[in-house]
């Protein structure tokens, strides 16, 4: 088939052979098809969709375009993973990954940088003097044998379809598909040879699903996926509509999710680590989710989960004395509050508004490749249904550079809204999906 039938097929909305959908990701792939024949085709899938069988070939043609891990010293273990569709605060791999594999199972998890407003967690770990997250299959699976788990960058040669696809889904519209977005995290994901996943689907102003029937679409996208493709996924959608615990940024973020591992964390950040641990536990375990819960905490509360951290950090290069001295992280000393402009309740946030704040301090990039500062962020000392009087601050900023600071607080402050009646409590599990 031509590039343009397959295309005219798509745009008529109908249903493209799974070998030519095939033979069209690898010609990408080497390079024979044009870019404006390329973004043709994701606009027609924009505006088409795909049918099942069609979503099927075409995550499959885009994860064997390129290498996958066989992980071999891994094949009798359950391998299980997590993955989250990205927002504000969230720095949940850090802590959940040493959680659950303090209990067993084996997670290889390739994760990915902070884009736009969204924090990425290899940035993260990354404010570890030392860490190293470019590790090879064979790295990995040393530190999977000394750990329990691994959290490293997509390697050059794991699914290149798909860097080829986002890129030109980001320049021409298209990135909204949730075809297109699930092909891409599942494709990704299942390179590594998983038996099970757990998403977390975010949901709200600070999530790129801003409605919960986009968020359940997505998520019913990805478990349908997972099960043609003999993973067993399970998804949880949850509220973005506040940041995520109390730390924005890098190095501090790292610092909250030690502090979970420690038995110290924010309440909604705690809910949450709990709730995505437990689905992961009981998937790889065959357990019911109240043992799963139960070894989870006796796994934080033991050491044994603050001991995986240190045991993996130390396996990827990094300095695990980090994990007990804070000192060693490097935080921006210059710190100022943004205070409440009058008495009421901190009835919502702007929560996109908020990670952008933490860009614009240098916490993020808005171009993929660009650096980060690890030093900076800010915390978050007021959330939904909190009641504040004039002068009370919200926020505590950590910042290098005064015009950046300045800029950002003015964002912070605009990004709250405060109201003369309390709110409804902010909903942090909004479904379970499996």
Do not use: W
């Not at 690898?26 to 069609?54: H, N």
């Not at 757990?198 to 790129?208: C, M, Q, Y």
């Not at 986009?214 to 493709?229: H, N």
């Amino acid at each position: 088939m031509r590039v343009v039938d397959l295309i005219e097929m798509k745009r008529d909305g109908k249903e493209i052979p799974a070998q030519d959908i095939k033979a069209f990701v690898d010609a990408v792939v080497r390079k024979e098809v044009p870019e404006y024949q390329t973004a043709a085709f994701l606009m027609a899938v924009y505006f088409k969709g795909m049918l099942p069988e069609e979503l099927v070939a075409y995550t499959q043609a885009m994860l064997y375009s390129g290498d996958t891990l066989s992980l071999k010293s891994l094949a009798n273990q359950y391998k299980v993973d997590k993955h989250s569709t990205g927002g504000v605060g969230d720095k949940v791999s850090l802590t959940l990954a040493p959680m659950v594999a303090a209990c067993g199972p084996v997670i290889p998890m390739i994760s990915g940088r902070g884009l736009g407003h969204t924090g990425g967690t290899l940035d993260k770990l990354e404010s570890v003097p030392g860490f190293r997250v470019d590790l090879s299959e064979a790295e990995i699976e040393a530190g999977i044998a000394k750990s329990g788990y691994v959290i490293t960058g997509q390697t050059g040669s794991l699914v290149p379809a798909d860097k080829i696809f986002y890129a030109l889904r980001d320049v021409t519209g298209t990135v909204p598909s949730i075809e297109l977005i699930a092909a891409s995290i599942m494709s990704k994901k299942l390179s590594v040879g998983l038996n099970g996943l757990v998403l977390d689907v975010k949901v709200g102003s600070g999530a790129f699903m801003k409605t919960q029937d986009r968020a359940t679409k997505l998520a019913d996208t990805m478990i349908s996926i997972g099960r043609a493709m003999n993973c067993n996924v399970r998804a949880c959608i949850t509220s973005m509509d506040q940041p995520l615990g109390v730390a924005v940024g890098n190095a501090n973020e790292f610092i909250e999710a030690v502090e979970m591992l420690k038995g110290n964390a924010p309440a909604d950040y705690a809910h949450l680590c709990y709730t995505l641990g437990t689905e992961m536990l009981a998937m790889a375990k065959g357990i019911s989710n109240d043992d799963a819960r139960d070894e989870l905490e006796k796994a934080i509360t033991s050491g044994r989960a603050l001991e995986q951290m240190r045991k993996s950090i130390a396996a990827q290069g990094g300095d695990a004395r980090a994990v007990d001295d804070y000192s060693i992280l490097e935080i921006a000393k210059n710190t100022v509050d943004v205070k409440a402009p009058c008495d009421g309740y901190v009835s919502a946030f702007n929560c996109e508004q908020v990670g952008k704040a933490g860009c614009i301090l240098g916490a993020g990039r808005e171009v993929a490749g660009a650096p980060v500062d690890h030093s900076v962020g800010l915390e978050v000392l007021h959330k939904i249904g909190d009641k504040v009087k004039a002068g009370d601050a919200l926020f505590k900023v950590y910042y290098k550079d005064e015009k950046k600071c300045e800029t950002a607080c003015k964002m912070l402050l605009d990004a709250v809204t405060l109201s003369n009646d309390a709110p409804k409590p902010n909903e942090l599990i909004r479904d379970i999906r499996r």
